[in-house]
């Protein structure tokens, strides 16, 4: 059923870009990449929440089984993909977190919303939960080093110098995104 929620959203995802690319005569989505957590994973979240380990437990209290990203060439792409999904009928918004206006601690920017959309089976329709995240270029690379980084030091915790480096690295990302923005509005876009 998650991989049907995934096929779901990603379709959802390509048609908005198409669409996109007609008015606009731009393709706001740079790429889409899919995961679906491994069971391994599942098992060791809901143990950590002390969650049950039953289906019925994994429906009602994880939201990450099924994820989208979506890779954006500008932040303001990631604002006119969202609302768009969003605006779309069959898709109920449960839950937003923008770390773009609110970046974590340690530097990190992306947009994330849980939602519910239904896939279509043979004889019903489900409702399902899919993670979609929305990131511009800059913002996905400076997450994706990061995290090779922080799990490249496994046990090791890094040090504070490294957390300030990382952090100012997210800023440099940050700044980088508002430039681009910023030409890319200038350009008549």
């Not at 039953?54 to 990631?78: H, K, M, P, W, Y």
């Not at 996905?140 to 995290?147: I, K, P, Q, T, V």
């Not at 490294?162 to 890319?184: H, R, T």
Request: proline share 3%.
């Amino acid at each position: 059923y998650y991989k049907c929620a995934i096929m779901e959203v990603e379709t959802k995802f390509k048609v908005l870009n198409e669409n996109f690319s007609l008015g606009d005569d731009c393709n706001p989505i740079e790429s889409i990449k899919s995961r679906l957590k491994s069971p391994k994973s599942i098992m060791e979240k809901l143990i950590r929440r002390g969650y049950p380990l039953t289906v019925d437990s994994i429906e009602q209290n994880l939201f990450d089984i099924a994820g989208i990203r979506v890779i954006c060439s500008f932040t303001s792409d990631i604002y006119r993909l969202a609302d768009a999904l969003l605006s779309q009928d069959d898709v109920t918004l449960l839950q937003k977190k923008d770390y773009i206006q609110n970046p974590k601690p340690n530097g990190y920017r992306s947009l994330h919303l849980i939602i519910s959309t239904p896939i279509f089976l043979q004889s019903e329709k489900r409702m399902m939960k899919v993670e979609v995240q929305l990131r511009t270029i800059a913002m996905d690379a400076w997450a994706s080093l990061e995290h090779k980084i922080r799990y490249k030091k496994s046990n090791d915790r890094l040090s504070e110098k490294d957390c300030e480096q990382l952090s100012l690295c997210a800023a440099l990302c940050s700044q980088l995104d508002a430039k681009m923005e910023e030409i890319n509005t200038h350009c008549g876009r």
